[in-house]
């Protein structure tokens, strides 16, 4: 893995959510592109690993469904950082600001993303939501 590589991966995944956010498309499983099965989730108030098509479809549709009501219209990433930890695994955080089409921030978010090569091709494997501050 190179890290431009990542980057770049990493835009066309942030584009395919943010499009999905916004109403651009409705077609969730565009994220299956960018997701492992099994996926790892990780916040503050529990971990847990889904393990299958359906549950990772259902956790994007859950978000989606929440960025749409909230008139969400993309991300800023504020910071970011990528690490080559081997090479079939990188390490991206970033800290991202959720926005409304008039420019009003919804929310702030920082997250770690694991990502691996695998036999289906590079793939989110987990997410790691960070305490808030």
Do not use: K
């Amino acid at each position: 893995m190179e890290i431009v590589e990542v980057e770049r991966w990493l835009a066309s995944y942030l584009g395919d959510f943010v499009a999905l956010g916004r109403g651009d498309t409705d077609d969730g499983r565009r994220l299956l592109a960018h997701y492992g099965v099994q996926l790892l989730l990780s916040t503050d108030v529990a971990s847990t690993v889904l393990s299958d098509e359906a549950q990772v479809l259902a956790f994007a549709q859950q978000q989606i469904d929440g960025m749409r009501s909230a008139g969400y219209d993309g991300s800023v990433e504020l910071t970011s950082e990528t690490v080559i930890l081997n090479r079939s695994c990188a390490l991206h955080r970033g800290q991202f600001s959720r926005v409304r089409s008039d420019g009003t921030q919804i929310g702030r978010l920082e997250a770690s993303y694991l990502i691996t090569d695998g036999p289906t091709g590079r793939r989110i494997s987990a997410i790691i939501v960070h305490s808030s501050t």
